[in-house]
């Protein structure tokens, strides 16, 4: 009896099994001494079995192998070769491949060829790999791919960890979900929270609004459709008008925040840089709606508009078609604009409570100031200049010709003055409205991108 205990402690092989069950029951019912010691015995045989069976569930078992070899190594340590048609498993992980060294002593396998690793519902591929039985992890080298429900990694180099459900990827990264695509140098997945970190060189396209981000840094969830770039984040949006000219939105800030669910906004945070076309922008914040295509500027924006510079504590514009259609500036509005290229110095301005800008075909149409109106207008006779008008009242109104002012009108509390050439000349400064401020660090798109992006 003590020999077949040792032998059903190291049992693999289920018809042991089955014949201890076959004599326990021959001996149900005669009531012999022997058998109530013989079931004691089977009784404590699987209760030791179970503690072994416990022991041994983390070893790596071999399934198949076509040619199978064993060796020791130098060291002492005892190795299987095995050719064709290999596979383990451990637990509920299995692993295929073309050719495996088992490290028996380190319960590790070294995965050669076609290497396929298969927990649940997580794939992972490669040339190369090794399975660590005691971490419970898997390394793929070459061509890797890790396939969730929801995502889809790609890389030189990958590890996923079973147990936790992450993945740590290096070297030319790429991920795709439902909605974007990312490229990075390095990235950790977290299967339970569907989110991903990438560092290096992280580049994240959405490829429904023709958005890519650009950073060092990113935190992406796929299950909210959430990105979060930091360390030097730029943007880039390509879009086509009209006339199929190549319309381009440049940013860049410190932080930038998108949200590619019904929002489709983005929150580009700090020393925000913004470059389109015609329109150049800096400000503290500003919050970007892709798809009702507004921009809002808060915290001391400054919007340039081909020949406009505009100020104010926010600033709200509306785009249509990717050209912009209004600018709204609420609270300290100012507006000034070069009167004419032979008058460096000399600069058309309004200012009020709040003024409200419209566009058309990228020209300025009209601009109407409320509250606290007052406007300084330059007058030329010809290339001569001839003088300036300073008026004030409740309301301005100003349209404009091919984007120049053309017609005035003014509402309520009507006041007036106007300056002759010859008192211009000493100093035509002077003149200039309170809260003139011009500013000369208009961004291009060679400020957010000094080389051309890859997109």
Same mark, same amino acid.
């Given at each position: ?5 040792l ?15 076959? /004599? ?36 790596i078992i ?36 073309? &050719?495996?060294? $088992? @490290? ?15 927990r ?7 040339k ?20 969730? +429900?929801?995502?889809t ?15 740590f ?12 695509i ?17 560092? =290096?060189?992280?580049r ?8 890519t ?12 459709r ?6 030097? +984040?730029r ?21 930038m ?29 500003? &919050?970007?709606? %892709?798809?009702?295509?507004?921009i ?12 406009? $510079? ?6 709200? =514009?509306?785009?249509?078609?990717? %050209? =912009?259609k209004?600018?709204?500036? /609420?609270t300290?509005a @100012?507006? =000034? ?12 301005q309004?200012?009020? /409570? ?31 200049g001839?003088g300036?008008?300073k ?13 120049? +002012? ?42 957010? @991108?000094?080389?051309? +992006?890859?997109?």
């Amino acid at each position: 009896m003590s020999g077949m205990f040792l032998k059903f402690f190291s049992v693999e092989n289920l018809q042991e099994v089955k014949f201890l069950f076959q /004599r326990w029951n021959l001996c149900e019912g005669k009531g012999q001494g022997g058998c109530r010691k013989y079931k004691m015995m089977v009784m404590m045989m699987f209760a030791v079995a179970g503690l072994s069976f416990s022991q041994q569930s983390n070893l790596i078992i071999l399934q198949n192998a076509d040619e199978f070899a064993g060796k020791r190594l130098e060291n002492g340590e005892d190795i299987r070769e095995l050719t064709g048609n290999v596979n383990f498993r451990q637990g509920d992980a299995r692993v295929w491949c073309d &050719k495996a060294i $088992q @490290f028996i002593n380190r319960n590790e396998v070294e995965l050669i060829g076609n290497v396929k690793v298969v927990r649940d519902t997580v794939t992972l591929t490669s040339k190369h790999g090794r399975y660590y039985g005691n971490l419970h992890k898997a390394d793929g080298e070459g061509n890797v791919k890790l396939k969730t +429900p929801h995502v889809t990694l790609y890389a030189d180099i990958g590890t996923y960890y079973l147990d936790e459900k992450r993945a740590f990827f290096q070297r030319n990264v790429k991920v795709v979900d439902s909605s974007s695509i990312i490229y990075c140098e390095q990235l950790t997945y977290y299967e339970k929270q569907r989110k991903s970190e990438a560092v =290096l060189n992280v580049r994240i396209v959405t490829p429904n609004d023709n958005v890519t981000m650009f950073g060092n840094y990113l935190i992406h969830s796929d299950s909210t459709r959430y990105s979060k770039m930091t360390e030097n +984040p730029r943007m880039i949006q390509i879009d086509t008008t009209d006339k199929g000219e190549i319309d381009t939105l440049a940013i860049k800030s410190m932080v930038m925040e998108a949200f590619d669910d019904s929002t489709k906004k983005m929150i580009i945070k700090d020393s925000v840089v913004i470059v389109r076309g015609g329109l150049a922008a800096r400000s503290g914040l500003v &919050k970007y709606f %892709r798809q009702d295509e507004m921009i809002e500027l808060y915290y001391n924006p400054i919007v340039w508009y081909q020949e406009n $510079q505009v100020t104010g504590d926010t600033i709200f =514009l509306s785009l249509e078609k990717n %050209r =912009l259609k209004t600018a709204s500036i /609420r609270t300290r509005a @100012f507006v =000034l604009s070069q009167s004419d290229s032979t008058f460096p110095n000399r600069y058309n301005q309004l200012t009020g /409570r709040t003024i409200r800008m419209t566009f058309k075909e990228n020209k300025l149409q009209e601009t109407f100031v409320e509250r606290n109106a007052i406007s300084l207008y330059f007058l030329y006779n010809d290339s001569t200049g001839n003088g300036v008008n300073k008026t004030s009242g409740d309301a301005i109104t100003m349209k404009f010709d091919a984007g120049k +002012p053309n017609t005035i009108y003014i509402i309520k509390g009507i006041e007036g003055s106007f300056y002759p050439e010859n008192f211009l000349v000493k100093d035509e400064t002077m003149y200039n409205l309170d809260g003139f401020l011009l500013r000369n660090d208009r961004p291009k798109f060679s400020t957010i @991108f000094p080389t051309k +992006p890859k997109l």
